[in-house]
């Protein structure tokens, strides 16, 4: 596609439940980043992928947060046992090379947790 | 770790008028330094990338500068019009490690 894709746009879910993200970055694009944006708050880096391996997760706020990237392609960001403190936005980015070129955003998948 | 700090948190001028954006950083390695727009409910939109070696870069009627040495950034908007209406972001990538830090931004109203 055009652009990084985000799925869901919205998504509204009880405490306690499990919860998946989608990301489809930019054709090519090697380096894929997930961040989090908490009303007014800045952006929270979670996770970078290089290809299909995550060199960085130290931004997983804790063992409920997982994510994968397969083919290189597309990521999956999993919230198990969602808590309240998880509702905020939930941004992708990719960029070419080994993650220094230039940053582009999906529009975001905003999640609320009851 | 990388600080980064946005000022104003807020701006609000007139159209027509050239205004100036702010960004600051602890850390004088960075490998590049980007800036954003944000607008309300949506993603971040790439407006410029300066790359550390490079002093500025120019879009359009924006204009970014880096002066590593110092920490800083500044985005230049000429001729600001109601739909440069914004939050504005900057993002500094260090030149070790993979992340982006970024600013809490600077909220720009333009009033017509």
């Known amino acids: 596609g055009a652009g990084v894709s985000q799925s869901p746009s919205n998504k509204v879910t009880e405490k306690g439940k499990d919860v998946e993200l989608r990301c489809d970055p930019i054709?090519?694009?090697?380096?894929l980043y997930w961040y989090r944006q908490s009303l007014g708050q800045g952006l929270e880096f979670l996770i970078y992928?290089?290809?299909?391996?995550?060199?960085?997760k130290s931004g997983l706020p804790s063992d409920r947060f997982s994510a994968e990237r397969t083919g290189g392609s597309v990521s999956t960001l999993t919230i198990q046992r969602t808590q309240q403190e998880d509702s905020a936005v939930y941004l992708c980015?990719?960029?070419?090379?080994?993650?220094?070129?230039?940053?582009?955003f999906g529009e975001g998948s905003r999640l609320t947790v009851l | 770790k990388q600080e980064v700090t946005q000022i104003p948190a807020a701006l609000s001028v007139p159209e027509g008028e050239n205004l100036v954006l702010n960004c600051s950083f602890t850390d004088s390695a960075i490998y590049n330094l980007q800036w954003f727009r944000q607008d309300p409910g949506k993603g971040l939109t790439s407006l410029l990338l300066?790359?550390?070696?490079?002093r500025e870069q120019t879009s359009g009627r924006l204009n970014a500068s880096l002066d590593k040495s110092s920490g800083r950034s500044t985005l230049y908007i000429a001729a600001s019009q109601p739909g440069d209406s914004a939050t504005y972001l900057c993002?500094?990538?260090?030149?070790?490690?993979?992340?982006?830090?970024f600013g809490t931004g600077t909220s720009l109203t333009v009033i017509p």
């Open positions: 980015a990719s960029s070419t090379g080994g993650g220094g070129g230039e940053l582009f």
């Open positions: 054709s090519g694009h090697t380096a």
């Open positions: 300066i790359q550390s070696s490079q």
């Open positions: 993002a500094v990538r260090r030149d070790t490690g993979n992340q982006f830090y």
């Open positions: 992928f290089q290809g299909n391996s995550a060199p960085d």
